[in-house]
């Protein structure tokens, strides 16, 4: 049994490929650096949760021994800091390191294709932590791709929003950018051929499908396939910034990685070396294929994972326990109970179902302006949604939330809220039962950050009133 080290476990490429490893039977070391939010069942046999973070090597010594190879997953194109290249080389060096110490046989990393002289900030990044992860010593295995197709993925949930919202787009000359897209299928078919292979070691190799398109193209196939008719003119106002703008508050994706995504399109992304199909003979799904395939796992609501599953840590307590630790001091809090009276197992399928497409079941305009608010300073917004309509498990992003806790039996679920505030808040909605029989009691905490943080709360006071009132009491009875 092979023994693999996967590192960005809980992203949208890890997730996956985990879950691919473990059915070829390796036995899978996953990396987290939050403590708690691995969407793993406790009882699988060949995998082992290592918690740890790369920027300060704090945990790495627990990684094993005798691992044959360790896939680096690490991104930071959806930070928010500035100097993500200066962090992504301290990553990466302290990866080289411990790989160094603990003897693994091959690294193998996914990058972005990077062909052409005039490179973004990230793809430029991307190519100092190949060179870092080549100097390592250790036989290194490099793959480039360019957007990747599948449910959940960022580039093709912006591709997908874009189609879908805007009969009439007015798009900047990016658009005419050209791209060789690739279905996660197939990137996850790479990344595990690559595995030992003598061929591919210390190689760097592009991966890409056979279509190559603009980003024009790619919107309009998006489109066909949809059967939808829309129309895109280009024109030349549109800056990085107010394009990044644009597609904020059109798309899901936060600022941040609008910019990147942004900057990164103004780089043709296309496959030039072809030695992989020489030594990993492969027939790739086209554009059009990949498109179909990712549809059909969201109508299907068979999607393993989603760019927004992983967690920027900037600033954040590895151990997500400690936020699951609700406090109780220095505090604010609105406290709901209401007594249930239809089956306890409707009022479970309720909270379980919040947010989405599916609301908060109260003020409807009042939550969409809060997000809106919110993307306005830089924040997630609503339009993050959640991975599944019905299913939550811990780590999981839900709105401008993120699920702490979801325990089915308990009948108790813990949000963390990811919105731009000045301080941290909670809301916590668990079914309890006494004398007079069962009740929701639901809880918004809220830890104010000095004085701006209580101005916050009180300035809020009059809609929390209205709006955690009429939530607690749709959830508990039904909505009104």
């Known amino acids: 049994m092979t023994k693999i080290l996967v590192t960005g476990a809980t992203g949208f490429i890890g997730k996956r490929l985990i879950n691919a490893l473990l059915e070829n039977t390796h036995e899978v070391y996953a990396l987290v650096r939050i403590k708690g939010t691995a969407p793993f069942p406790s009882d699988l046999p060949n995998l ?157 190799f592009d991966i890409g499908g056979p279509d190559i398109l603009t980003f024009k193209k790619a919107l309009l196939q998006y489109a066909e396939v949809r059967e939808l008719r829309r129309y895109i003119v280009t024109v030349p106002v549109l800056t990085p910034h107010l394009s990044s703008y644009w597609l904020v508050f059109i798309t899901s994706v936060r600022f941040s990685l609008a910019y990147s995504l942004v900057e990164s399109m103004k780089t043709d992304t296309v496959c030039l070396d072809h030695a992989i199909q020489q030594i990993i003979p492969h027939t790739c799904l086209n554009y059009r294929e990949a498109i179909k395939q990712a549809l059909y796992q969201t109508a299907n609501q068979d999607v393993p994972s989603t760019w927004m599953d992983a967690w920027d840590v900037h600033h954040t307590n590895p151990d997500i326990q400690q936020y699951s630790q609700i406090p109780d001091q220095g505090i604010l809090r609105d406290s709901q109970r209401v007594p249930i009276h239809g089956t306890i197992e409707d009022v479970i399928g309720r909270i379980w179902s919040i947010g989405g497409a599916n609301g908060w079941y109260s003020l409807k305009w009042a939550w969409e302006l809060r997000g809106l608010f919110d993307k306005l300073i830089g924040g997630v917004g609503l339009n993050r949604g959640r991975r599944h309509p019905t299913e939550l498990q811990a780590g999981d992003a839900v709105d401008f939330w993120r699920v702490l806790k979801a325990d089915k039996q308990e009948k108790h679920l813990i949000l963390f809220a990811q919105m731009k505030l000045p301080g941290e808040a909670w809301i916590e909605f668990k079914i309890e039962e006494d004398k007079s029989g069962p009740y929701l009691k639901q809880t918004a905490t809220f830890l104010p950050r000095g004085l701006l943080g209580r101005l916050y709360w009180y300035a809020m006071l009059p809609f929390h009133l209205i709006i955690f009132k009429k939530m607690a009491q749709s959830i508990a009875n039904g909505p009104s």
Not at 80 to 99: C, M
Not at 155 to 173: N, V
Not at 180 to 195: K, M, N, S, T
Request: hydrophobic share 40%.
């Open 48 to 204: 082992h949760l290592i918690t740890g973070d790369l920027r300060n090597a704090e945990g790495l010594d627990e990684l094993p021994d005798g691992v044959s190879a360790a896939y680096y997953l690490m991104h930071s194109m959806g930070e928010n800091e500035k100097g993500f290249s200066e962090t992504e080389k301290i990553v990466a060096q302290n990866f080289s390191r411990a790989a160094n110490k603990k003897g693994i046989k091959q690294i193998i990393y996914l990058s972005g294709i990077s062909n052409q002289e005039n490179l973004s900030k990230h793809l430029k990044s991307r190519l100092a932590v190949e060179n870092i992860l080549k100097d390592s010593g250790i036989p290194t295995t490099i793959l480039r791709a360019s957007i990747i197709v599948g449910s959940g993925s960022a580039s093709f949930e912006i591709i997908r929003d874009l189609a879908e919202k805007l009969p009439i787009m007015l798009a900047p000359k990016w658009v005419n950018t050209l791209c060789q897209p690739i279905a996660i299928r197939d990137v996850l078919f790479y990344l595990q051929e690559v595995i030992g292979h003598p061929d591919c070691l210390n190689r760097t």
